[in-house]
């Protein structure tokens, strides 16, 4: 079996959801084919250890959580075709290494308050939106960035700000994206900021497709 890390280190804001996030990730990723372990230890961040995995998940870490030993052991695993999954605030994660914001696509700069709105499903041939419908409404933190990582990257799913309070990146608000970076598969969700989430089965199958495609599985 193939195996996942979800790694869970927080050095700024922590979110209430990690745990929650972990179990759902173990369930989904037994169900895809993946053995997944979870750790908060940077000291796993080693050729050795990456070498055994098809796919990294940063899932709502937030600040500096590598070592400059672990941040060249993970650039030189995504090369050589590793599959990177950002959760929620990975956005938010390694603000000076120019590398992993690059990974991600697109850096978090700011939220309104946790309210309801209306995500676009914009591309329906992805693993992870494949079961979506068009329109599809959640509750979460809508996230803002400081790039638009339309054109850079391959855009599956975006906010319509009219329909909630205190948007301000204008009518262009992706979500979630993926793309291919320096040999490796990279996919950026924003959703996930709340514990009631990893039980929708919408957003789940959204999270398993995510490991899927990065994973090469699909």
């Keep these: 079996m193939q195996r996942a890390l979800v790694y869970t280190r927080t050095t700024r804001y922590r979110h209430d959801s990690i745990p929650a996030g972990i179990a759902a990730l173990r369930e989904l990723g037994r169900d895809a084919g993946l053995a997944v372990d979870a750790t908060e230890e940077p000291e796993a961040f080693t050729p050795e250890n990456l070498g055994g995995y ?110 909630y309070e205190g948007g301000t990146s204008g009518l262009d608000h992706p979500l979630a994206w993926c793309h291919e970076h320096c040999g490796g598969r990279s996919f950026y969700t924003a959703l996930g900021h709340a514990e009631a989430a990893y039980a929708d089965h919408r957003f789940r199958a959204h999270l398993e497709g995510a490991l899927t495609w990065a994973a090469r599985l699909d």
Excluded: I
């Excluded at 052991?73 to 990177?84: D, H, K, N, Q």
């Excluded at 494949?130 to 960035?145: K, R, T």
């Design 54 to 163: 098809q796919v990294v998940v940063f899932l709502s870490t937030s600040g500096e959580v590598l070592t400059d030993g672990g941040r060249a052991a993970f650039s030189e695993w995504v090369r050589a075709g590793g599959g990177f999954v950002g959760v929620h605030l990975a956005a938010g994660t390694e603000p000076d290494w120019g590398f992993f914001g690059e990974l991600v696509g697109a850096r978090f700069t700011r939220h309104p308050h946790f309210q309801p709105a209306v995500v676009t499903v914009e591309d329906q041939r992805h693993p992870a939106t494949s079961h979506l419908p068009a329109q599809w409404m959640f509750d979460d933190e809508w996230y803002e960035f400081d790039a638009n990582p339309r054109g850079m990257a391959r855009v599956l799913a975006s906010v319509d700000e009219r329909c």
